[in-house]
Nanobody, 123 residues
Framework: QVQLVESGGGLVQAGGSRRLSCAAS????????MGWFRQAPGTEREFVAA????????HYVDSVKGRFAISRDNAKNMVYLQMNSLKPEDTAVYYC????????????????WGKGTLVTVSS
């Protein structure tokens, strides 16, 4: 059974930093592209960042470029999202995601989801 378990969410002040982690199990981790999506209250889930199987390629939504960094450790089956210069509009539930085919930016292309971790950025 595939499990993606996020951690690291919480309350942070605007301008601060937070590091999210996602522990994967039940899948051959190195065969999956990994990503982070987020969903703010009353909005649809949106793509944030993705990383290729080897970690050699990354992709970000424009609104987080230069502030967020995705990384992975295939030896530990872990993926991370380092979030810096946080803004109140970054407040959302952040979801870890895995896909076999491409560095998916569309929720319909995701194979597995975590349950999410809430990040709240106060102004």
């Amino acid at each position: 059974q595939v499990q993606l378990v996020e951690s690291g969410g919480g309350l942070v002040q605007a301008g601060g930093s937070r590091r999210l982690s996602c522990a994967a199990s039940g899948l051959t981790f190195s065969r999956y592209n990994m990503g982070w999506f987020r969903q703010a209250p009353g909005t649809e889930r949106e793509f944030v960042a993705a990383i290729s199987r080897s970690g050699g390629a990354t992709h970000y939504v424009d609104s987080v470029k230069g502030r967020f960094a995705i990384s992975r450790d295939n030896a530990k089956n872990m993926v991370y999202l380092q979030m810096n210069s946080l803004k109140p509009e970054d407040t959302a539930v952040y979801y870890c995601a895995a896909d076999r085919v491409t560095m998916a930016t569309n929720i319909d292309d995701i194979d597995f989801w975590g349950k999410g971790t809430l990040v709240t950025v106060s102004s």
